[in-house]
């Protein structure tokens, strides 16, 4: 009786093997053409569409601080007392506008590879944080006693060579390059190649950033950040507008999600062991 038990339950095991290997090597070459070039299979619909206003925004307002600190570096165009609450103004909406695209990444990646994207978006969140609190102050507090011509009385809280507002500045910047490089693995795929790069460029510039407080001539190296925080944005938004996205007849765009990672895998019923009774 136990022999006939064992056997039977051998039987089941053996003929579960057989069945779940050929749905697995098909599952996996169907996800050769499908799971590796696309952004997601399930995103939400008005995901696409955020995204890439996200990313038109994010880059308006990175070229908007740009064009202002080349300006107020390379010509008298802008008055000195103008410079700061020109730039913070878009540098505080840039930190809000680039938190919506990172959520919008974190619900495009595919799940086996969408730790990375939480990971970016960890790591964002504090960037945006921290700069969301040294912009303000900037904005509501220094600005103001700037232009009645007290800017002497904001001490610490004013931007200055190795100061407490601008170390807080440099590490937010910081954490958002390690936010993007981070976030460029949740990108699997050659067709995705462009955006991984693009993220790991402006990932790089981190460590400069932090290089700059110590060594300020280093600023003009981390002046990258310039061209490659467009260039990720921009490739961001290509990437959900080719891969996750199409115009319609009327120009809307319509979301279209990837196809499924491969066949469901369906394990055919094993019969019940037998059992002898005693």
Known sequence: DGADFGHGRMGAARRTQDVLPRHRDEAELSMGTTERDCISTSMSACTPRMAIWAALLSVLFAASFSLVALAANFTTLIPAIWVNPLSFAPSL????????????????????????????????????????????????????????????????????????????????????????????????????????????????????????????????????????????????????????AAASDDGRIRPQPCEPHGPELRRQPVPPMPVQAT
């Not at 102050?137 to 100061?163: D, K």
């Not at 699997?188 to 693009?198: D, E, K, L, S």
């Not at 110590?214 to 944005?233: E, H, K, N, Q, S």
């Open 93 to 244: 909406l840039l930190a809000w506008s680039y938190l919506v695209l990172m959520a919008c990444v974190l619900d495009a990646a595919p799940p086996e590879h969408r730790v990375w994207a939480l990971l970016g978006l960890c790591f964002l969140v504090l960037y945006a944080t921290i700069n969301s609190i040294v912009y303000v102050v900037q904005l509501v507090v220094v600005t103001p006693l700037v232009f009645q011509g007290y800017g002497e009385s904001a001490g610490m809280l004013a931007f200055g060579p190795r100061s407490f507002m601008l170390s807080l500045n440099a590490l937010a910047y910081a954490l958002m390059s390690a936010s993007a490089f981070l976030a460029a693995f949740a990108f699997p795929g050659r067709a995705q190649r462009f955006v991984r790069r693009a993220m790991w460029a402006h990932g790089a510039i981190g460590p400069i950033v932090i290089a700059a407080v110590f060594w300020p001539r280093m600023t003009y190296v981390g002046a990258l950040w310039i061209a490659t925080f467009p260039t990720m944005a921009m490739a961001l938004a290509g990437a959900f507008r080719r891969v996750a």
